[in-house]
């Protein structure tokens, strides 16, 4: 995949937000969120939670560092399941967002990129609310202060008693 926002994740960060599905860890290592070594270290921690894991997982899991060509085929195998691209896009577009909020200041314009993230997910509707060129709903506030609000809602940080947040990984 081609996106506008190359981004790759720490296993620590990926796991202190949720632990993957198998599917959903296969589907970033295909789109690059995840290199060979993060893979190995979110099934890792995926095991040692005591997560039931398929066995390409495990195997990911217990693979030794210099086994790490097996991982492509690992990975694939584990995207052979009924969980929609959607559903396995939306625990990548959290971790995202989460990413750009805590590393905003390594950013020109975070607020542009989260509309290239947007463009990247295939415009979820779930986050059309913090694109700045998109019109507000009636009643919301509009202007940068008021996008940045609902985005830290969007991430359940919360901004205010009216805020309607946000999507979520959820723990396997």
């Known amino acids: 995949m081609s996106r506008l926002v190359p981004l790759r994740f720490p296993a620590s960060f990926v796991v202190a937000r949720g632990l993957p599905t198998g599917a959903e860890l296969g589907y970033g290592f295909r789109e690059g969120w995840l290199d060979r070594r993060n ?12 997560v039931v894991l398929v066995p390409a997982e495990e195997e990911l899991a217990l693979l030794l560092s210099d086994e790490l060509d097996r991982v492509e085929d690992l990975a ?16 990548w577009l959290f971790l995202a967002l ?62 205010g008693p009216n805020t309607r947040g946000g999507i979520q990984p959820r723990n396997s």
């Open 39 to 50: 893979v190995v270290e979110v099934a890792l921690a995926k095991y040692k939670a005591g």
């Open 98 to 159: 989460a990413w750009l909020l805590e590393h905003r200041s390594e950013y020109d314009n975070p607020l542009r990129v989260i509309e290239m993230l947007w463009t990247d997910f295939g415009y979820p509707d779930e986050i059309r609310n913090l694109i700045g060129f998109v019109p507000a709903e009636p009643g919301e506030l509009i202007g940068t202060e008021a996008i940045e609000c609902r985005w830290r809602a969007t991430m359940s940080n919360g901004c």
């Open 76 to 91: 694939a195998s584990l995207e052979f399941s009924d969980e929609p691209d959607e559903r396995r896009a939306r625990f």
